[in-house]
């Protein structure tokens, strides 16, 4: 499957974004798909991920209750959407895939086989 995050862009704090991860070649049935951000100078870091068929989701505890990560009833699109963006929220995003990663691995960006090229938040304060 190949991956094509879009829908970063320049928002003030406070404000919200959607970010979108399409599949092609395939769709993400059976996938889990996580949602990762690297800030200027710092490593990759795991925000949400979602396993498809069964539309669990996870999240890292910096954005629960602002962040969602969900996906179109035909699998092929899964989104993050973010709400109530924060200075720290900026990052390059990417959206990564998984067909055989299991739940205790959800975290760690070397368990995603695919990855789609990234895109940029940045949120002004």
């Known amino acids: 499957v190949q991956l094509q995050a879009s829908g970063g862009g320049l928002v003030q704090a406070g404000g919200s974004l959607r970010l979108s991860c399409a599949a092609s070649?395939?769709?993400?049935?059976?996938?889990?798909v996580g949602w990762f951000r690297q800030a200027p100078g710092k490593g990759r870091e795991f925000v949400a991920a979602?396993?498809?068929?069964?539309?669990?989701?996870y999240y890292t505890d910096s954005v629960k209750g602002r962040f969602t990560t969900s996906r179109d009833n035909a699998e092929k699109s899964v989104y993050l959407q973010m709400n109530s963006l924060r200075p720290e929220d900026t990052a390059v995003y990417y959206c990564a895939a998984s067909r055989t990663i299991i739940v205790s691995s959800y975290t760690n960006d070397n368990a995603y086989a695919y990855w789609g090229q990234g895109t940029l938040v940045t949120v002004s304060s």
């Open positions: 070649g395939n769709t993400f049935s059976n996938y889990v």
């Open positions: 979602i396993r498809v068929s069964s539309r669990n989701t």
